[in-house]
Nanobody
Framework: QVQVVESGGGSVRPGESLSLPCVVS????????IGWFRQAPGKEREGVSC??????YYADSVKGRFLISKNRVKSTVYLHMTSLKPEDTATYSC???????????????????WGQGIQVTVSS
């Protein structure tokens, strides 16, 4: 009964910023791991970031540019993206796991529920 809904997204120019909300409902667990993944046409799906109550992780390709956070009631996770590059263009998806980010956060098989994905395009 877990529901995952992404929003935001769109088209921006290089160097600009964008934030993607991921709203999670249908669970009262407080040790969820929320992961963001992305996939571009012709390329493999890659892990971008993961957050739990005590830790967060980032792929090397986005470290220092992207920030993942939760709101105060922990119902929404945000992926804040700055200094966007054309290489960031992809479909971004939010996944939910009832464990932690400490083990294999970058493995998509770890996550139990997914949103439908949202497009981010970075071009001049």
């Amino acid at each position: 009964q877990v529901q995952v809904v992404e929003s935001g997204g769109g088209s921006v120019r290089p160097g600009e910023s964008l934030s993607l909300p991921c709203v999670v409902s249908g669970t009262t667990r407080d040790f969820l791991a929320i992961g963001w993944f992305r996939q571009a046409p012709g390329k493999e799906r890659e892990g971008v970031s993961c957050i739990s109550d005590l830790e967060d992780y980032y792929a090397d390709s986005v470290k220092g540019r992207f920030l993942i956070s939760k709101n105060r009631v922990k119902s929404t996770v945000y992926l804040h993206m700055t200094s966007l590059k054309p290489e960031d263009t992809a479909t971004y998806s939010c996944g939910v796991d009832n464990g932690s980010c400490a083990t294999d956060w970058y493995g998509f098989w770890k996550y139990d529920s997914w949103g439908q994905g949202i497009q981010v395009t970075v071009s001049s």
